[in-house]
């Protein structure tokens, strides 16, 4: 799970690890923002629930920084983001702060919680844009609207960041 931790971290104040869980998806405190957007309007994630798989077990089945997962289009719903910026490095990747508009941070509950309890095979994937950014098994319900995700060793972050950050950023 080690390889998930740097895949993506949901950060929540009222969030933690269930019984049993992985404890390195969730940092102790939240490391201080950088590069904060403007109020401007903004772009959109998307979230998708999705199961892990085999290696070639099917065309859908993609390697998302070394963990294949079934990655159907369909499956995909808009959580529309207030802001985003970089947070403070984390090593070998970075990771950005994404703030979510009332409708997203709803979308983006209903989601890890469903995720949460679908068990162990369960992951929770995001794309900005065209691009998967992470898939991550989920510890527990997102109960805020601020996620903090460890982008993958070598992801566009600023072209990330200008898509979630709408037009005129």
């Given at each position: 799970m080690?390889?998930?931790a740097i895949v993506m971290t949901l950060l929540a104040g009222s969030v933690a690890c269930s019984s049993g869980g992985t404890a390195e998806l969730q940092p102790a405190s939240t490391p201080p923002t950088t590069n904060v957007a403007t109020n401007a309007p903004a772009g959109a994630l998307e979230l998708a629930i999705t199961q892990t798989c085999a290696p070639g077990s099917d065309p859908q089945c993609i390697s998302v920084n070394g963990e294949h997962v079934l990655v159907v289009p369909a499956a995909f719903e808009r959580a529309g983001v207030d802001s985003a910026s970089n947070a403070q490095p984390s090593g070998e990747s970075d990771t950005i702060t994404v703030d979510l508009d009332r409708a997203g941070a709803t979308v983006a509950s209903r989601m890890t919680a469903e995720a949460s309890?679908?068990?162990?095979?369960?992951?929770l994937v995001m794309k900005?844009?065209?691009e998967i950014i992470s898939a991550v098994r989920v510890q527990d319900e997102l109960r805020n609207d601020h996620m903090l995700v460890a982008l993958p060793p070598g992801a566009p972050t600023?072209?990330?960041?200008?898509s979630l950050n709408g037009p005129g950023e």
């Open positions: 080690k390889k998930l309890q679908a068990g162990d095979q369960t992951r900005v844009g065209d600023e072209e990330i960041l200008q």
